[in-house]
């Protein structure tokens, strides 16, 4: 059974710092790998999207990198700002799957000014 | 605000009552998702549409019962739920295996 573990569970980091978060999952048998971000209360936006023949993606300050054999992913966030705050969600969507995605619990992320 | 809405965004009831969740997406998908998110605890897929079809029922108590009149509206219809049933509902929507976009949720308070 496909598990997905997000460390750490909550980070506080002050405006301007570079920081990367952690996500992995126990099954290589993946289709692709997602980011989301969730502000409090509020639905969930999708940052970025890895394939499982990709390596890594970039969109403005973040890069998320996905190693499929060691069951890693990580979102790199550079210069960090304080409108950065939220929850960060990795979801994996396993082969063979009718579209699923199995979450992590996420990492909450506090950027202070 | 994404292409995906939800109503009501906010719901109480109790025990004994009926109520639906309306979930509409603007953006010419095929496929429609109801996930559950439970305090402390990740994101759990209740089911699946694809081209109005359920594709998927990910072992929900069938005091959920969920209703996909075409390829844009997906309900979730809700009776007698339990107090653990509390919970930010969400939708998502998306073409395919593509990238799937959330709408903002329902937060369900079950009294």
């Known amino acids: 059974k496909q598990e997905v573990t997000q460390i750490p569970a909550a980070l506080s980091v002050p405006e301007g710092e570079n920081l990367v978060l952690n996500c992995s999952f126990t099954?290589?048998?993946?289709?692709?790998l997602q980011w989301f971000r969730q502000d409090p209360g509020k639905g969930l936006t999708s940052l970025l999207l890895?394939?499982?023949?990709?390596r890594e993606q970039t969109s403005g300050r973040l890069n998320a990198s996905l190693d499929k054999s060691s069951g890693r992913s990580t979102l790199y966030i550079a210069a960090s700002q304080p409108g950065d705050s939220a929850t960060y969600l990795c979801?994996?969507?396993?082969?063979?799957?009718?579209?699923?995605?199995?979450f992590g619990k996420g990492t909450k992320l506090s950027v202070k000014p | 605000e994404t292409g995906v809405t939800q109503t009501p965004r906010h719901l109480v009831m109790g025990m004994t009552n009926k109520k639906s969740l309306k979930c509409e997406q603007h953006?010419?998908?095929?496929?429609m998702y109801w996930y559950k998110q439970s305090a402390k605890k990740p994101l759990e897929l209740m089911f699946v549409?694809?081209?109005?079809?359920?594709?998927e029922n990910n072992s929900v108590p069938s005091r959920f019962s969920p209703e996909c009149p075409n390829s844009s509206h997906l309900f979730l219809h809700l009776h007698t739920l339990q107090p653990e049933d509390s919970a930010l509902y969400l939708c998502?929507?998306?073409?395919?295996?593509?990238?799937?976009?959330f709408g903002p949720g329902t937060r369900l308070t079950v009294l």
């Open positions: 998502a929507s998306s073409q395919g295996d593509f990238q799937k976009f």
């Open positions: 099954d290589s048998a993946i289709y692709n």
């Open positions: 890895i394939q499982s023949s990709q």
């Open positions: 979801a994996v969507r396993p082969t063979g799957s009718q579209g699923n995605l199995i």
């Open positions: 953006l010419g998908h095929n496929a």
């Open positions: 549409y694809n081209f109005k079809e359920q594709t």
